[in-house]
């Protein structure tokens, strides 16, 4: 390109704010926030905007189990760890709510404007880093994606400073450098573990930069490990201490796998086999240990998940090879697939993003591959390093499931090229030289990433029944009552609709309503138990007590890892108890305690009715050696401490 700078010029230009931030980036980052400030006021008011959906309400939880000193729950870690962390530390600072985490997010997104503007400066000029920061500047997935409690901005964040840095490393052969783009890809790793495939990177653009002459190779390529993985063993160490085995980073790989290679998978749904897309970590533990026939530790719950869909592979090879070519059509189509709630909640609240989204992954590629073609001799580097990334990041994602979210971390590589592609463009415009090729190139492009096909996303229910249960989440039970109906009318027995429908008749106080879709969703095998255990709290609010103790058993058959009905019922089942033992039929009292003692392994209270009913038997040295035993299990509990005093206090 004509208007190319040495990068040495670049790089130690001075540094000073308006070389980080001349005027062309500093007009498009202003584009960009204004942009994502008025998405976010513009679906302000919308329940879904304001209720966490799945994945964030999970993370929120995480990052409050964390500030309560209850980290350890999530320990062998299930997900990539650091934006909960991070999570946790901005609610410890600043206090809950959503402000917060969102502004990190507009942050994350101003780096990955800056990193690409200079990316695209330091290779082709000023125009090009123009281009690709507002490429992503007017990105309509990345404004969406700010509004979420996700890690997805932060992600697309480390990818892009992470190009960034591992050019210039291989260009000026830096240490600090070398070393500065291993910690950013040990971060990146920590947030989206199957970024480690990108730990190949590096060793293979150095080997091929240095010719195969391996005392050229070796010191930089131990750097640039070295350094990533001295930010990924924490994890790894916290990992193995909590569980004795050797989990690099996560342990959701295993069903993520299973779920995108199972016989009838989508290529890109969440669903879980027999569960459903509201499936859980115990739902895979339920699969993965079914399968093996005992219990598993979490890492041989993956392990178990990855030979399941291995094995549904081998079952139909040819049908697998097509949906891995589905999955590729996926990666590429121009079609945003939303994995958390429907986008078409977003496009309705807030229409000129929709707009914004017709710039996506699927219209840049086309551009991506001109601008690939035009610098492959003049910046041979710059093309094999965002080549290289894009050829190893997509096929991890292709092994597994495709959405929005996780394809978001292609966007700068794409962005970059795009700007490539369009500077030379405009230059042949100006030169007045043939657009014939590019016009071809584009053409056949977007026919295959635009325009022909699309994916039918999600359910026709999916929408309403989301929004329900936003308005639910914000006890705006009469609200959420009305979308749960509109999805009702669609489709009453998707997901765990008739399940919601009557937790928020419930909560409206309306239980004989609330009875009816209880009933009705006791049908339905993934939400039997829960409904079950529902119909018995309104059995309990109305006291009818031996009701409540059915339905509670019937729900804790149905589930044993339904927490909500093991306690329900113990509870239960100790006040019959109780009410035995008024009566004076201590033996029908002691038959319950016993049944409960079973229901709550370690918990003192059946255990102390025990001894209650020894006493009222008259048998005090069995009350005693009773309550004596329960002390020494839990020392703080005090009514057992007043028994051993007063049976003490009469020998």
């Not at 994890?235 to 690099?248: C, D």
């Not at 590019?438 to 977007?446: E, M, N, S, T, Y």
């Amino acid at each position: 390109m004509s208007d190319k700078r040495n990068i040495a010029e670049v790089s130690t230009a001075g540094i000073n704010l308006w070389s980080i931030f001349p005027l062309p980036l500093a007009a498009v980052l202003t584009a960009g926030v204004l942009l994502r400030v008025v998405y976010w006021l513009t679906v302000a008011d919308e329940a879904w905007f304001q209720a966490p959906g799945m994945d964030p309400e999970y993370y929120d939880g995480w990052a409050q189990a964390i500030m309560s000193g209850e980290a350890g729950k999530y320990i062998p870690f299930p997900r990539g760890p650091l934006y909960p962390y991070i999570l946790a530390g901005l609610k410890a600072v600043c206090g809950s709510g959503w402000l917060f985490p969102r502004l990190f997010n507009l942050f994350a997104d101003i780096a990955t404007i800056a990193s690409l503007f200079h990316f695209g400066r330091l290779v082709c000029g000023m125009r090009v880093g123009v281009i690709a920061a507002t490429a992503a500047a007017l990105s309509g997935t990345m404004v969406y994606f700010s509004g979420e409690l996700l890690g997805t901005a932060l992600e697309t964040a480390l990818a892009a400073s992470f190009l960034l840095v591992i050019y210039i490393a291989l260009e000026k052969n830096n240490k600090v450098l070398i070393g500065a783009s291993g910690v950013i890809l040990g971060l990146f790793c920590i947030t989206r573990p199957n970024a480690m495939l990108l730990l190949a990177l590096y060793p293979l653009l150095i080997i091929i930069q240095s010719k195969g002459i391996v005392k050229t190779a070796i010191q930089p390529i131990i750097i640039h490990i070295t350094a990533a993985i001295l930010c990924i063993a924490p994890v790894t160490l916290s990992n193995y201490v909590a569980s004795g085995e050797f989990i690099p980073i996560s342990t959701l790989g295993g069903v993520n796998f299973y779920i995108g290679n199972v016989r009838g998978a989508s290529g890109w749904s969440s669903f879980l086999p027999g569960v459903g897309a509201g499936w859980d970590d115990d739902d895979a533990k339920r699969i993965a240990e079914t399968d093996a026939g005992r219990t598993l530790s979490p890492g041989e719950i993956s392990d178990q998940l990855f030979k399941i869909g291995l094995r549904e592979i081998k079952a139909d090879f040819k049908g697998w090879l097509a949906l891995m070519l589905r999955k590729l059509y996926l990666l590429v189509g121009r079609q945003e697939i939303g994995n958390n709630r429907p986008l078409e909640l977003v496009f309705t609240a807030a229409p000129f993003v929709q707009i914004l989204m017709f710039f996506s992954i699927g219209f840049l590629i086309p551009t991506a591959f001109w601008g690939a073609l035009t610098i492959w001799r003049s910046q041979k580097t710059a093309l094999a390093v965002n080549l290289a990334y894009i050829i190893i990041f997509g096929g991890g994602l292709v092994l597994f499931f495709i959405s929005a979210r996780y394809r978001m971390p292609l966007l700068p590589p794409l962005a970059l090229l795009t700007a490539v592609g369009v500077e030379e463009i405009v230059k042949r415009i100006r030169l007045r030289k043939s657009l014939l090729d590019p016009i071809l190139v584009l053409v056949i492009g977007w026919g295959i990433t635009m325009l022909p096909w699309t994916v039918a996303e999600g359910h026709p229910a999916q929408a309403p029944y989301v929004a329900g249960n936003a308005y639910l989440h914000l006890n705006r039970c009469r609200e959420a009552i009305e979308h749960f109906k509109a999805a009702y009318r669609i489709d009453p027995d998707f997901l765990r609709l008739k399940l919601n429908l009557g937790v928020a008749y419930m909560q409206a106080g309306d239980t004989a309503q609330a009875e009816v879709y209880f009933n009705e969703a006791v049908q339905l095998p993934q939400s039997k138990a829960e409904a079950l255990n529902n119909l018995g709290v309104i059995a309990e609010t109305h006291s009818n007590l031996p009701l409540a103790e059915l339905e509670y058993s019937r729900a804790y058959q149905a589930d044993p890892q339904l927490d909500d009905a093991r306690l329900n019922l113990a509870r239960v089942v100790m006040t019959l108890g109780d009410s035995l033992l008024l009566k004076g039929a201590i033996d029908s009292g002691e038959m319950r305690y016993r049944y409960a003692e079973k229901l709550l392994p370690g918990d003192p209270r059946p255990s102390f009715r025990l001894a209650v009913a020894a006493m009222g038997k008259g048998r005090k040295d069995e009350a005693l050696r009773l309550a004596k035993a329960i002390i020494a299990r839990h020392p703080d509990f005090s009514p057992a401490q007043q028994m051993v005093r007063s049976l003490s206090a009469s020998r």
